[in-house]
């Protein structure tokens, strides 16, 4: 483990909120805290692109006279980052490219807005892979961040900016990007929670697009609960109802042919029995419905994805700023047919027919957000017993479906692997615009797993 003497607040949202209003704690202190910790984590684990120190300690400033005012909003002077991929209008965004170095945005994204209207203090903005186009958060030309759990290793991606921050307590929570698990994937690998909603649920007005068919904007934090009081800015209200006892509760793994790996699958199996301890889980033979899953997405990706960006930029400015690994997808989607993407979107919707046929059968699907815990920086391949394929299909495989069908999913903590004590978490999945449903589920099931996880890492 990466060990750190930083100091750092493990208070919730809730908790944070409540000291403001008593005045036990002031929004100026806990931001100038987020602030120190936030420049502590930039130059240890590189997980943020952007600082605003100034606009954040002003903001901070508005939110104690609200306060004092009595006219504290939902999130008023809750620390928060935003990906980089995400504009602002007060910061640059260079959607983790160096070609974009320096650029300002003339205005925030509608979820950015959305944010600062309910209070929050947006106090930088966190690290992506190049475009959003990658799992593992690295970059030749910008560094590599690093897993708070152990330098050594990714992050995940994209958001991985955004899971390593909240994991090292720099920010409450924040907003990510998730076209094939971006928010679900770095949140499993560094020990915190990712949600992505049924898609179109959050605007993608101001985010730059990767595969417009696919992309949402997700929500990530430290717990289930601060991700439901992130949620309420957006509209997604959590009732707080109590949990029924007669959840249908599907159990699947190994999607794709993508085996899990021992620890992950024996921490899998203890969660899945906590769970049996309440609720009747029904385990689904539906390998068959995601054969292709991800070879679809894959296509869709390099399709829309070659269309977003030769529709900025031409081949030249492409091929000698962009990142060498982007320019080269970009070179593959030059060869891509309409008929190969007719093809690949045809599947699709067979897909998420036949998806939402299963999830009518059931109140939510639980399997492994990843089959492996986190690979080693600069690895290509993944080997999980006698399966080998690329970081990207091995990371991918259980998150990108759902993209595809546009399902809400969560990924929550379940523990730590005996092997390396790398974070392992479970995704949970619900029917579409069942998001409020999903969340109150995951909260409920988050204090029975959590017990599972390690000693807590420190940076």
């Not at 750092?8 to 931001?31: E, Q």
């Not at 897993?147 to 409450?172: E, F, L, Q």
């Not at 190994?254 to 899998?268: I, N």
């Not at 009747?280 to 269309?307: C, M, Q």
């Amino acid at each position: 483990m990466e060990l750190s003497t930083k100091p750092r607040d493990t208070s919730s949202i809730a908790t944070l909120l409540s000291d403001y209003s008593a005045g036990r704690r002031t929004t100026t202190d806990a931001v100038a805290e987020s602030l120190a910790l936030a420049k502590h984590c930039q130059a240890n684990i590189r997980a943020f692109a952007e600082i605003d120190e100034a606009g954040a300690l002003e903001a901070a400033s508005r939110s104690d006279q609200r306060y004092r005012e009595k006219t504290a909003r939902t999130l008023e002077g809750v620390p928060v980052a935003v990906k980089d991929m995400i504009d602002t209008g007060d910061m640059p965004t260079r959607y983790g490219s160096p070609a974009y170095e320096g650029h300002q945005p003339n205005s925030d994204a509608v979820v950015v807005q959305a944010l600062r209207e309910n209070g929050a203090v947006v106090v930088g903005k966190t690290t992506t892979h190049e475009f959003a186009w990658g799992v593992t958060t690295s970059s030749e030309a910008l560094g590599d961040t690093l897993n708070p759990y152990d330098h050594t290793k990714i992050p995940g991606g994209s958001s991985g900016g955004m899971a390593a921050a909240i994991a090292c307590g720099a920010v409450r929570g924040g907003l990510g990007t998730d076209t094939g698990g971006s928010v679900r994937i770095p949140a499993a690998l560094c020990g915190v929670v990712g949600f992505k909603p049924t898609f179109g649920f959050l605007s993608t007005d101001g985010v730059f697009p990767l595969a417009f068919s696919l992309d949402h904007v997700g929500i990530l934090a430290r717990s289930v609960e601060d991700v439901q009081i992130i949620s309420r800015a957006f509209g997604i209200a959590w009732q707080g109802k109590a949990m029924r006892s007669r959840y249908r509760i599907g159990v699947t793994s190994g999607l794709g042919g993508v085996p899990m790996s021992a620890d992950v699958a024996d921490l899998f199996t203890l969660a899945c029995s906590l769970l049996r301890q309440s609720f009747d889980l029904t385990e689904l033979s539906i390998e068959t419905v995601f054969d292709g899953a991800f070879k679809t997405f894959a296509g869709i990706v390099l399709v829309e994805g070659g269309v977003g960006h030769f529709g900025r930029n031409d081949v030249e400015f492409i091929q000698s700023r962009y990142g060498r690994e982007t320019a080269a997808r970009l070179k593959l989607a030059e060869n891509v047919s309409l008929g190969d993407y007719a093809k690949w979107q045809q599947r699709r919707r067979e897909f998420a027919r036949d998806l939402d046929s299963v999830m009518q059968t059931l109140d939510f699907l639980v399997l492994p957000t990843c089959p492996c815990t986190a690979p080693l920086i600069g690895e290509d391949l993944v080997v999980i017993g006698s399966w080998s394929g690329t970081v990207r299909e091995a990371l991918m495989t259980y998150t990108a479906p759902f993209n595809l069908a546009g399902l809400p999913a969560i990924s929550i903590p379940i523990g730590q692997s005996a092997t390396d004590g790398m974070p392992v978490g479970l995704q949970i999945v619900a029917a579409r615009g069942r998001d409020a449903q999903l969340l109150e589920f995951a909260g409920e099931i988050e204090s029975w797993v959590r017990p599972l996880a390690g000693p807590e890492h420190r940076m």
